[in-house]
């Protein structure tokens, strides 16, 4: 499968060339089936898609930045024009998710409300053994609130045969920090503000990383800092990261993608 742009905000992604980064969640992209396209390419037979968010909340992006994907599918918390420096986007206010929420009940956050929730789900039939997802993670919570209560959350949810994880359907969040000294391998740890970061808690308490993996701040060399906001309007996000997971090829799966 291609890349995602998942940008408290996702990148997920494809190759044009613009001097910023740019989001377009107008025709053709404006579309449930439109979002799927972007992120899964030719050839995966795909059905029962389902979308919810915000008017402009999801689309197309290309453009010239330092997120190392070129173009791709981006899910954005303050809308598809805010990643573009100077852009203004919009938001959707509170939401409901019960995986989200259980992700950050499994990680021990203290506050587990939703804001500008959204959610891209479908079922999907690989053609391998091995289903793989590309993508970028970012946020306006870094620098100013790592180790915080705060934490913006995401999730890959997949479910189907041979998965049986915490979620609904048995699903298991596949976005999780690849292991430091082997990135082909993966901790149990998801991606988030308080597991990946710069490494240095914002306000001099480590404890809220610690309690989640005593790892963390291991984990920075998974991060980016982009002070300067030239070309992509976040201050920080990761590298791009691969969420995979084996699976039986021929067989039915779903995979959820929330933010």
Do not use: R
Not at 81 to 91: A, D, R
Not at 144 to 150: K, L, R, V
Request: with cysteine; hydrophobic share 40%; aromatic share 14%.
């Amino acid at each position: 499968m291609k890349k995602v742009f998942y940008f408290l905000t996702f990148f997920f992604s494809i190759s044009y060339s613009q001097a910023q980064i740019i989001g377009d969640c107008t025709a053709p992209y404006n579309t449930p089936e439109s979002l799927v396209d972007i992120l899964v390419g030719e050839g995966v037979e795909y059905s029962n898609v389902t979308y919810s968010g915000f008017d402009c909340a999801a689309g197309f992006f290309n453009g010239t930045s330092n997120i190392g994907f070129a173009s791709g599918l981006v899910m954005a918390t303050d809308g598809v024009e805010s990643i573009t420096p100077g852009g203004f986007g919009g938001g959707g206010g509170a939401g409901i998710d019960l995986d989200l929420t259980e992700q950050l009940t499994i990680v021990g956050a203290s506050a587990t409300n939703l804001n500008n929730l959204i959610v891209l789900e479908f079922d999907f039939i690989p053609t391998s053994d091995v289903v793989t997802f590309e993508y970028v993670f970012a946020s306006n919570e870094y620098p100013g609130f790592t180790c915080s209560q705060f934490n913006d959350i995401f999730g890959f949810f997949l479910s189907g045969p041979g998965i049986a994880g915490p979620f609904s359907n048995g699903a298991e969040n596949i976005a999780l920090v690849p292991n430091p000294d082997d990135p082909t391998t993966y901790t149990t740890t998801p991606v988030i503000i308080n597991t990946i970061n710069s490494g240095t808690p914002s306000f001099g308490d480590s404890g809220p990383c610690d309690d989640i993996d005593p790892n963390w701040q291991d984990y920075s060399i998974f991060f980016t800092d982009n002070a300067a906001e030239t070309t992509v309007s976040y201050p920080g996000f990761t590298v791009p990261l691969v969420a995979t997971a084996n699976v039986t090829a021929c067989e039915t799966y779903h995979i959820k993608l929330a933010i």
